[in-house]
């Protein structure tokens, strides 16, 4: 049972256009929200993060929002450029416990067009 | 500062055969994580260490899989006999300490693409 679902699998955004990007999930424990982004032949790095007691949080061209009582958090990219063209994975923790990893979506590949 | 390295980039082998896949963390770092992702798949959890201790090995797909992390520093992850299904990209990530209430970025490597033929 996937924990963290994420969609669209594709997407395609002409450049300058706004790219977003959807996450759900199901567990409550989880209170920490980062996302990633992954170009070819490099490991994930972290994108932008947010916790559930604000509901968005700003990163130059980069937005999450976040709405708890729906589970559902979104990575908005704003005047999407091509160099932004890369895998985005949604991921999610739980900060309290003894478990420390991460739990990501299935990823994003986001094209971005000249 | 070095990032996480991993070795080898890419590795083809047959159904059966014994892999080895090798992590070196970035220096200091005392969690080294593990983690899998399958073609077109979300990237899952296999295990963490705290130096040289399994902290959570709860994602561990079954016992033809062996991770070690001798001394606290580089670990390796040996898959023996290996399967079909176990062809995916391995990433391996580490972070500092834990400090209660924060997050210590996992900084990730590049992967290891292992295909099983």
């Known amino acids: 049972q996937q924990q963290v679902k994420q969609s669209p699998q594709s997407l395609i955004v002409q450049k300058g256009g706004i790219s977003i990007i959807n996450c759900a999930y199901e567990?409550?424990?989880?209170?920490?929200f980062p996302w990633y982004q992954q170009f070819p032949g490099k490991g994930p790095a972290l994108l932008i993060a947010i916790r559930p007691d604000v509901s968005e949080k700003k990163e130059g061209r980069f937005t999450i929002s976040f709405n708890k009582s729906a589970k559902q958090f979104s990575l908005h990219i704003m005047d999407s450029q091509p160099g932004d063209s890369a895998t985005y994975f949604c991921a999610a923790r739980a900060m309290s416990g003894s478990a420390r990893q991460l739990t990501f979506g299935s990823g994003t590949q986001l094209t971005v067009l000249p | 500062e070095a990032g996480v390295t991993q070795f080898p980039s890419h590795s083809v082998i047959e159904k059966g055969q014994t892999v080895t896949l090798r992590c070196d963390p970035i220096s200091g770092h005392d969690n080294l994580y593990w983690y899998r992702r399958v073609m077109g798949k979300e990237i899952k959890f296999l295990l963490h260490f705290v130096k040289e201790s399994k902290q959570d090995e709860s994602g561990m797909p079954n016992n033809r899989f062996l991770a070690e992390r001798t001394g606290g520093t580089y670990s390796t992850l040996k898959v023996q006999p290996a399967e079909l299904e176990d062809s995916g990209v391995y990433f391996c990530a580490s972070s500092q300490d834990q400090l209660a209430g924060f997050y210590n970025e996992q900084f990730f490597g590049p992967g290891t693409r292992l295909t099983v033929l």
């Open positions: 567990n409550t424990a989880f209170d920490y």
